[in-house]
């Protein structure tokens, strides 16, 4: 009990540190911040069962939406032929699988004792990253070299058997992972410009909070009976304008990195209307640890 409410306190020391005079001098949007008034953004943590719940849902989500045979297909297509012979229902699928494979990854790293996904699955989301970038510059050469590694080094790679392995975190394991989530964010957002590689950690960090949320959502809606559409809440749906926001730039710098013309170390402006959306969201979220 007192570690967690240490936990606690500490967080709101540290959203205290975090000025949020600093934050409303900055230039915001007006209609923006009506909208958000009152609104605030409390990460629930559980205890092992709810971090099985979420890894177990994450990891059903995953095989669920994942055809390996149409994958592979695709994956020798390009390896065969390049991008032109893709229709794009193909490309779609590329960039789709992409997404539940880092979601899962995501949840590995909020809810597994050790806070990391399996090695050779993290170095597979690694790589099919790449490939994504690749398709979507339509890098026909690149991407056929991509499709080639990852069909000879990952096609052993049992997806149903990721979970066998896995360990579910603690509460006290889960609270320090989003309290350094947090406070790394921070110190992030104190600098007026950052590398892209900085840039590329902020929307990690936050992007582990959203999918966090999701899946506590989705898993809290089903034991309700509700096996439909899940509807978001207005914090994911807050934090997932800020993901979609960042990821088009950090795709931008992805792709320049690719063709040579930037490096992780590059120095880059912020976007000041994205720095504000994500420092109302620093300033407003905390952790809360079940039963304390």
């Known amino acids: 009990m007192g570690l967690y409410r240490f936990l606690f306190l500490t967080l709101v020391w540290a959203g205290m540190a975090f000025s949020p005079a600093a934050a409303i001098a900055a230039p915001r949007c007006s209609a923006l911040f009506a909208q958000l008034e009152g609104l605030d953004f409390p990460i629930e943590i ?36 390049g991008l032109e012979a893709l229709t794009p229902k193909q490309r779609k699928r590329i960039v789709k699988f992409r997404q539940q494979a880092s979601f899962m990854r995501s949840i590995f790293q909020t809810s597994e004792k050790d806070h990391g996904s399996p090695r050779e699955f993290a170095k597979f989301v690694r790589d099919f990253g790449v490939l994504k970038d690749l398709v979507l510059m339509n ?42 989530v947090l406070n790394d964010t921070r110190v992030l957002m104190h600098k007026r410009d950052v590398t892209v590689d900085e840039m590329h950690d902020v929307r990690k960090n936050l992007r582990d909070v959203l999918r966090y949320l999701q899946i506590q959502n989705q898993v809290r809606q089903e034991s309700l009976g509700n096996r439909g559409r899940i509807e978001d809440s207005p914090q994911i749906a807050y934090l997932k304008k800020i993901n979609d926001d960042l990821g088009r730039i950090c795709d931008e710098h992805a792709a320049r990195i690719l063709r040579n013309e930037i490096t992780d170390e590059t120095i880059v402006r912020f976007p000041q209307e994205i720095r504000s959306q994500i420092e109302y969201f620093l300033n407003n979220a905390t952790v809360i640890v079940d039963g304390t």
């Open 139 to 180: 890098d026909s050469v690149g991407a056929r070299d991509m499709a080639k590694q990852i069909l000879r080094k990952y096609s052993e790679l049992d997806f149903e058997a990721l979970l066998k392995d896995a360990k579910p975190a603690s509460r006290r394991s889960v609270s320090r992972y989003f309290l350094e």
């Open 46 to 81: 559980g205890g092992r069962n709810s971090s099985r719940a979420y890894l177990t849902a994450a990891h059903d989500k995953l095989i669920a939406e994942f055809e390996m045979p149409q994958l592979t297909k695709v994956l020798k297509i390009i390896r065969d032929t």
